[in-house]
């Protein structure tokens, strides 16, 4: 219940992803003898750790943008794409402003939205940790491209979900591959069967 004075300064600036955040400092003088000059001291050191945060925020939205997989942030609410990088317009055709109008499930194939869509939501209400599945993206240009998408959720300190954060990695080239093993081995065996039958 005591009250406590305070010295309180603080300034907008703009984060990576382009929202006004503003940056605060707020000094407690309520002690006697906290002279103008110890006030700047201060100041100056909180303003500093400020400045560093701004600059790993940075670093860190620079890697967002340049990572060599698709990363994405979602809505926890909504589902809808809040943040999209580079690699996951080119995996899936959609320009960024596109891709920021629909939801984490309109990207897959009709047959699996539904599944996409439940297991988002048991992810937002806390009841998985995460998931990593393979799913079949619809492109702009009608193809289908797999990936390997990873979901997690980023709470707050109360554990309430704020967003949902996702890795996308293109594995269409992999998939074709394995189609095309499986369908060798399956000739392979009608051959096997046809030798068999004219032998016998």
Avoid: C
Avoid at 13 to 18: F, K, L, T
Avoid at 29 to 44: F, I, K, P, Q, Y
Avoid at 77 to 101: C, D, H, P, Q, Y
């Amino acid at each position: 219940g005591k009250v406590r004075r305070a010295h309180i300064r603080s300034r907008p600036r703009r984060s990576p992803s382009g929202q006004l955040v503003w940056d605060g400092v707020i000094l407690d003088v309520s002690e006697r003898g906290v002279t103008e000059e110890a006030l700047g001291e201060r100041e100056a050191q909180l303003h500093l750790f400020v400045d560093a945060l701004r600059v790993s925020e940075a670093q860190l939205g620079a890697a967002f943008e340049v990572a060599s997989i698709g990363m994405a942030q979602a809505d926890a609410g909504t589902g809808r794409w809040l943040r999209v990088n580079g690699k996951m317009s080119a995996i899936t055709g959609f320009t960024s402003s596109e891709l920021l109008e629909k939801t984490v499930w309109d990207l897959v194939v009709p047959e699996q939205r539904a599944e996409e869509e439940e297991r988002f939501q048991a992810l937002v209400k806390g009841q998985a940790l995460g998931y990593g599945v393979e799913r079949r993206y619809l492109r702009s240009d009608g193809k289908v491209a797999w990936v390997h998408l990873h979901m997690t959720v980023i709470a707050d300190a109360e554990g309430a979900p704020l967003r949902a954060m996702a890795t996308v990695e293109d594995v269409t080239e992999r998939k074709e591959l394995e189609n095309r093993y499986q369908q060798a081995q399956k000739m392979e065996a009608v051959g096997r069967l046809a030798g068999g039958v004219a032998h016998d």
